[in-house]
């Protein structure tokens, strides 16, 4: 069974600063999907960004960016110019392309960001 | 974009009573749903997946004859708590996968926060 591991229960960034989340996997699949979802205080989750295993490329959106290394099993998510509607917990998750589409999510990271 | 509607947003009944909780996917076919429960401060937790038109998987350790699934129709699936007991509070939430090839993605609904009193 695949794991997700967040190892930052709680983190804080100034408005403006950036911020890395770490986030590490465990699977034997060599092909996969990698994903950061947010959860506002409204907990409705929205995807922030996604990876696919066999890109090399790390996925960027806007202000996100993964930084994602296979052989190392590591998908950490930076957010640049950190902004105060960025406060929300973040969650890391994992989809193996051979199974039912499930999603494995990790304990997640509460993100606050501060004037 | 897709969206899943879910309803109710909370809803408190009395222990031993039912609960049905429903998830619509507005503007897309869903073929497949997941229902997720999730405890204060915590993560996801998988329940099961829905299938239209066949039975649900459930993940072990989730009752199936308490926690009912059924996706009867491409854009309809529903979760009944069955008996609700205290310790069935919690926040549930269903997703459903839309789009295809190369552009898709996991669609939330808003959750349901069930208190059983």
């Known amino acids: 069974a695949q794991t997700v591991t967040q190892s930052q229960p709680e983190m804080s960034v100034q408005e403006a600063e950036t911020v890395t989340l770490s986030c590490t996997y465990d699977?034997?699949?060599?092909?996969?999907?990698l994903f950061w979802y947010k959860q506002p205080p409204s907990r409705q989750m929205i995807l922030v960004i996604r990876?696919?295993?066999?890109?090399?490329q790390n996925a960027t959106e806007n202000r996100f960016s993964v930084n994602f290394q296979k052989a190392a099993k590591s998908f950490s998510l930076k957010i640049s110019d950190s902004q105060l509607g960025d406060t929300a917990m973040y969650f890391c998750?994992?989809?193996?392309?051979?199974?039912?589409?499930?999603?494995?999510f990790g304990t997640g990271t509460r993100l606050q960001v501060t004037l | 974009g897709a969206v899943v509607s879910q309803h109710p947003s909370w809803v408190i009944c009395k222990s031993g009573t039912s609960v049905k909780i429903e998830c619509r996917s507005l503007d897309f076919q869903a073929t497949t749903m997941f229902w997720y429960r999730q405890f204060p401060k915590q993560s996801l937790m998988l329940m099961a997946t829905s299938n239209e038109g066949s039975k649900a998987t459930y993940e072990q350790g989730v009752e199936k004859d308490k926690f009912l699934i059924n996706h009867a129709s491409l854009t309809l699936s529903t979760l009944t708590v069955t008996s609700a007991h205290p310790e069935d509070s919690s926040f549930y939430i269903c997703s459903a996968k839309a789009g295809t090839g190369g552009v898709w993605g996991y669609t939330f609904g808003s959750g349901t926060r069930l208190t059983v009193v």
């Open positions: 998750a994992f989809m193996n392309t051979g199974t039912a589409s499930k999603l494995t």
């Open positions: 699977t034997s699949e060599s092909n996969y999907y």
């Open positions: 990876q696919e295993a066999y890109k090399q």
